[in-house]
């Protein structure tokens, strides 16, 4: 079984799965970048590296918004195949 420490951390993790599916889903960048760190850094499948919350809304506005989109449509789901 689980400690009641560990239950509460798979629920948050849950909670986290569940707004970050939704926010892609309902295309919506500011509940996306809401649970972003402010220092978020990562590299983008083109290589693009984008750091920090401004440039992250950026990148997303870049590939999904506008007629010069990159990306004509996105949506996520997840499985998960065991508990972390």
Not at 15 to 41: F, T, Y
Not at 46 to 51: G, P, Q
Request: aromatic share 4%; proline share 2%.
């Amino acid at each position: 079984g689980m400690t009641p420490e560990q239950a509460a951390a798979h629920d948050a993790l849950r909670g986290l799965r569940d707004r970050l599916v939704k926010g892609v889903n309902d295309k919506n960048p500011d509940a996306i970048l809401a649970d972003l760190d402010d220092a978020i850094l990562f590299t983008a499948m083109n290589n693009e590296v984008v750091h920090g919350k401004d440039e992250a809304r950026d990148y997303y506005t870049k590939m999904l918004v506008g007629s010069q989109r990159i990306v004509k449509d996105m949506s996520l789901e997840v499985e998960v195949d065991d508990l972390s």
